[in-house]
């Protein structure tokens, strides 16, 4: 198992930008998952990313200092309903983007990244899919671990 961070292993902030931008550009170009943008995304969408996906990954806290909370982002993603479709498009239009992103030169820090993207879709972005009132107010930033567990911050 890699020491240090999986953060540090896919290229610490530069590598986080290399896998958000090739996230949205291929998001943008499905059709199923480019459905979750009807309203447009924010224009800074690459670099809020880029934060959050450090920040779960082992890396400073980026996202929370500049952009908010973890239930925030819950927040946006919830209340649309069940979109089984679109969470698989996803996941997969994500593992192409790390591999756009050269982190599949590293096998190990490919599958830990993509198997906390798998589990953020299914888990904490869907969870709420009925309501994003349901979200709770205080909601701790997950944090991925190279043995694939989620240890949470405190709130």
Known sequence: MPSGSIFDAAGGADG???IAAAWHRRAMAD???AHAFH???KPDHVDRLAAYLGEALGGPARYTEAYGEHAEVVR???GNGEHDEMNERAV???AGALR???IDANPETYQAILDYWSWATWYPMYEFHRSADDVPAALPMPHWTWEGTVKR???
Do not use: K, L, N, Y
Request: charged share 25%.
């Open 76 to 78: 946006m993603h919830s």
């Open 16 to 18: 986080m930008t290399r």
């Open 92 to 94: 997969e239009c994500f």
């Open 153 to 155: 911050s405190e709130a």
């Open 100 to 102: 756009d992103a050269g």
């Open 31 to 33: 059709v199923v998952v």
């Open 39 to 41: 309203d447009g995304a």
